[in-house]
Structures are given as structure tokens and as C-alpha cells.
């Protein structure tokens, strides 16, 4: 994991679970840099607003001096997206997007394996690779707050897993089908590094049941072709989208049409 991983990374759970809320003027400044960013594509998925990249000319605007400069905790992410790596960056815009449109988490929980959740309220699920497999996940979850979506978020990828330790396993596995099942909407992302067979087992199981899932994969998934088959005749009416920002919306429209979730478009 990199510098600007971990950072990023850290940050952006604390924002998802309210420990960490900018303020007035950190907040701003992150809507500028959100509002500034160029329209080419930034590395890997872009985000929900504009995507694109962020300029060191834009980063020195945003950390020109300030009296609370020193504790802003997105100067030090900022400074590290200048030399940062290709997965890092595009979840930094995330963020920035998250905070620009003050879209604070207020409502719905974010909740990751093991951390219970007992049912109450709309609820989304977000499925797919772990093992192998780029933290789509935050991404996800941040560009849902940004999308205005204030439904619980469940993400079943922990903050530290041991592959080996059957009882961790076990919880695992119990965590996913309960809450699985809870979900009002099950958004399914099928990244390209891994075939991921435990997330296209749980795609058959809960497409059977008509549950109500979103499907996306990306064009480099190496079974992107048997999802998009299997679903036309098992599931004519879902569509299987070719990108992570695409995906998130529908799965924010399918919460609204749920359960009347409100998703702020």
C-alpha cells in the first residue's frame, strides 16, 4: 500500500463514519479543487462530478496559507497526490467530491465487516471482489454520499482480514449472507484484476431470488461476457454497466425506486 493509499484510505473512512468533518473553510477549498479539475480522465475510474485531474497549480491554491492550515488533514493527503500512485489519486477526487458536495453521511451508518447492523432503514450492500482486488469499495461508498444517497452502506471488506483464521472466515462469510439478504439494493462491481468467484456465486444466488441488484463490470473483467449473458436470460431487466460511477448511479436510483431513499439529484 502507498503513502497516498494509506492516507486516503484512512480519511476517507473517518469521513464515511463521522470522525472527521471538515470545516468551513477546508470544505470550501475542496469544492474549488473539485469544481478545477481538468476534463481529461483522471488514473482508473473517474469520479461522479467532473472526474479528471487535480493541478499543482490547484493543490498550491488550496493550501496557500491559512490559520487552521495545520490542521487540516486534507493538506497532508493533497501534498502526497502531487507524486501519487494511480489508484490513490482517483480515490482522493472521491473524496473531494464527497466534501465539496457537503454531503455529509448524517443519515444512513457505513458499516464494515464485522461491524453489526440491525436492519433498520434502507440499506445498500456493496458486492463484489475483496481478495486480489483494489478497494473499489471506499470509492463506491464515497461516491454514493456524493450521488446524495443517505442509505446505510454495508462494505464487506474489513480493515484487517487473516485469510487463514477459520473463525475470521467464518464470521466473514456469515457477515455477507445475513446482510446480503437485509439489503435493499445489492450493487455488484466486478473489477478487472481477479475472476472473483465467490462475488459471481452470490450474483447467481441473489439473482434467482429477484432481489434487487446492479451489476456492473468492468471491460477488462475476464468474465464479463458470461454476467452479461447469464443476466440477459436469467435477468432481462438488469443492465450490466461498464464502469464504477455508472454502477453507483443506478444502484442510487434503485434505492429511490426501493424505498424512496432520497439520493440529492
Not at 32 to 56: E, F, K, Q
Request: hydrophobic share 40%.
Amino acid at each position: 500500500m502507498t503513502e497516498l493509499q494509506r492516507l486516503a484510505g484512512a480519511l476517507a473512512t473517518d469521513y464515511l463514519t463521522r470522525q472527521w468533518t471538515p470545516g468551513a473553510t477546508e470544505e470550501h477549498r475542496a469544492r474549488v479543487l473539485s469544481l478545477s479539475a481538468s476534463a481529461s480522465a483522471d488514473d482508473g475510474l473517474n469520479g461522479l462530478s467532473s472526474g479528471g485531474v487535480i493541478t499543482g497549480e490547484a493543490i498550491a491554491h488550496m493550501l496557500r496559507p491559512h490559520p487552521d492550515l495545520a490542521s487540516w488533514r486534507l493538506a497532508p493527503l493533497l501534498r502526497a497526490y502531487v507524486t501519487g500512485d494511480a489508484q490513490g489519486r482517483p480515490l482522493v477526487r472521491d473524496l473531494l467530491d464527497a466534501v465539496a458536495g457537503h454531503h455529509q453521511p448524517s443519515a444512513g451508518q457505513y458499516l464494515r465487516s464485522p461491524d453489526p447492523y440491525d436492519g433498520t432503514g434502507p440499506a445498500v450492500f456493496l458486492a463484489g471482489g475483496i481478495t486480489g482486488c483494489p478497494d473499489w469499495q471506499t470509492r463506491a461508498a464515497l461516491q454514493l454520499r456524493s450521488a446524495g444517497v443517505t442509505a446505510t452502506i454495508l462494505n464487506p471488506r474489513r480493515a484487517h482480514f487473516l485469510e487463514a483464521d477459520p473463525v475470521a472466515a467464518r464470521e466473514q462469510i456469515a457477515w455477507e449472507h445475513e446482510n446480503l439478504h437485509r439489503s435493499d439494493v445489492i450493487m455488484f462491481w466486478f473489477c478487472a484484476e481477479s475472476i472473483q468467484p465467490i462475488a459471481l456465486y452470490e450474483l447467481g444466488t441473489h439473482a434467482a431470488r429477484g432481489a434487487k441488484i446492479v451489476v456492473g463490470a468492468h471491460p477488462e473483467y475476464p468474465r464479463r461476457l458470461d454476467v452479461v449473458e447469464q443476466l440477459r436470460h436469467a435477468r432481462p431487466d438488469v443492465e450490466v454497466h461498464d464502469c464504477l460511477p455508472a454502477t453507483v448511479r443506478a444502484a442510487a436510483a434503485g434505492l429511490a425506486a426501493a424505498c424512496g431513499a432520497p439520493t440529492g439529484g
